[in-house]
Each structure stands twice: as C-alpha cells, then as structure tokens.
C-alpha cells in the first residue's frame, strides 16, 4: 500500500523556518518524482515544489521561490521541504506526493502567526 506520512509542522513566527519531512513506503522511492502540495483555509490545493527522482532539477512556485528548498533522500526513501522567511500567507496543510501515486494522506499543518 502506497503511503505518505508527513511531519514537521507547527506554528512559528514570520520571518522563522521549517523543515518537513515526508516518510513515503510501498514503492520504489527512487523510481518517482516527488512533489510538496498545500491546501489553505479556503482555497484549492496548489503545487508547492517538484523534485526529480535524482534530485537533479526542482522546480517551485512562484510564492514560494527563494525561500523554500525541496530535497530528498532516497536511501531513507523520504522527502524535505525547508521552507524560511515564512510568511502568514504560507499557512496551511501541507501535503507530499509521487507523481501520479498514491493517495493523499494527512498533511502536516504549518501555521505561520505573531
């Protein structure tokens, strides 16, 4: 059974940083681009950041560029989103995914508030 456990969320001030974590099983990890979603109060889920199965290209959204990093580690077959400058606009549930797999699981919630 495909499987996306995300953790790392919180509440943290504007301006602080993240890391999440995203624990994926029941496939071959490696074989797969990842992706982070996001999905506020209110709106649609959008796409947050892709990475390839090598980590070789990422891609971000716009919103997010130059404050976010994608990352994975295949070996421990898990993905990261370190996001900094957070800003209030940035809270929501965030979700990780393989590329046409799966279902969505959870999200780890990321609350960015003074």
């Known amino acids: 059974q495909v499987q996306f456990v995300e953790s790392g969320g919180g509440l943290v001030q504007p301006g602080g940083s993240l890391r999440l974590s995203c624990a994926a099983s029941?496939?071959?990890?490696?074989?797969?681009?990842m992706s982070w979603y996001r999905q506020a109060p209110g709106k649609e889920r959008e796409l947050v950041a892709t990475i390839t199965n090598t980590g070789s290209m990422r891609n971000y959204a716009d919103s997010v560029k130059g404050r976010f990093t994608i990352s994975r580690d295949n070996g421990k077959n898990t993905a990261y989103l370190q996001m900094n400058s957070l800003k209030p606009e940035d809270t929501a549930v965030y979700y990780c995914?393989?590329?046409?797999?799966?279902?969505w699981g959870q999200g780890t919630q990321v609350t960015v508030s003074s």
């Open positions: 995914k393989a590329m046409s797999l799966g279902s």
């Open positions: 029941g496939f071959t990890f490696s074989n797969y681009v």
